[in-house]
């Protein structure tokens, strides 16, 4: 996976930490942002997070993205706090409580707004162990991946902690209240088959398939008309909070919006034109 593209058309550059802790690449409509810091499990460190907050923050300015890839270098996706920062007091962990409750607000606080904040669709691709902050990363992606590899647990009981990032949020809304307390309660490490079943992740696949296949649905998911791609995501987002007539009401106000603009008669023509192609006698009613 290649580090950085030309193909940053358009917002700020990186800065050099994001470069090294977050790889970036910009391909077919695709922003892949990959956790690089095998040797700790890309564990969540103050400058891991922060880096992946820039580049999160800083997607919703490429106007040639239309879909984030999510996945990590190494064997694992992200393994989470680093267990000894916690016992030394460091990193994270370091000073008083106030001071910590700030810092998981400027730090961690800032990826799970900017994911919720993301215009565009967010894939996850998950290999090896996602657990604790890393499970609660995953969940906060619009779609998840999981190679057969992959593990999973909310295990922050098992340290004395609880999820400080959202996670309760994240997976209460995917698995339900009472699976998601026992997955929380009992800090129970499950494999990428029972991740499926409970509808954590929406397709298993081999390691070795995992970012071909993910990647290839980043791309599918990105040819799609951008404003309506973006208005779809949302109208599904929105839908789980709103009542039926709200729903309704940004359903036809959306449809509207499209339906008068360029992007949508662009697309008509186009198929029209296809379909043509395809068959010379087709005539448009």
């Known amino acids: 996976m290649k580090s950085k593209s030309n193909e940053f058309a358009a917002g700020e550059a990186a800065s050099p930490v994001a470069e090294a802790l977050i790889q970036q690449d910009v391909a077919d409509g695709v922003l892949t942002l990959s956790l690089n810091d095998p040797d700790t499990g890309n564990a969540m460190s103050v400058r891991m997070a922060e880096a992946l907050a820039e580049a999160l923050e800083r997607a919703n300015t490429l106007s040639n993205v239309h879909c984030v890839l999510l ?8 393994t989470g706090g680093n267990v000894k920062d916690m016992e030394q007091g460091a990193d994270l962990m370091q000073g008083s409580a106030t001071e910590i409750r700030a810092r998981l607000k400027s730090t961690l606080h800032r990826i799970t707004h900017a994911l919720q904040a993301l215009q565009m669709p967010s894939i996850a691709a998950v290999n090896g162990a996602a657990v604790g902050a890393g499970c609660d990363l ?64 929406s397709r298993v696949v081999t390691p070795e398939a995992l970012d071909e296949t993910s990647a290839a649905l980043a791309r599918r998911i990105a040819s799609n008309p951008p404003q309506a791609l973006r208005m779809a995501k949302r109208l599904v987002l929105d839908a789980a ?45």
């Open 138 to 201: 995953a969940l906060m992606c619009d779609l998840r991946l999981a190679s057969e590899s992959a593990t999973f647990a909310e295990s922050f009981l098992r340290l004395g902690l609880v999820s400080g990032i959202g996670g309760a949020w994240f997976l209460t809304r995917i698995v339900g209240t009472a699976k998601a307390l026992e997955l929380t309660l009992t800090s129970e490490f499950i494999d990428a088959s029972t991740a499926l079943q409970l509808g954590m992740v």
């Open 71 to 78: 996945r990590a270098t190494g064997k694992h996706f992200c």
């Open 241 to 285: 909070e709103s009542t039926l007539p709200m729903a309704l009401e940004t359903a036809a106000a959306m449809q509207a919006i499209l339906l008068c603009g360029d992007e949508h008669k662009a697309v008509v023509r186009e198929f029209l034109a296809q379909r043509a192609r395809r068959d010379p006698s087709f005539q448009p009613a």
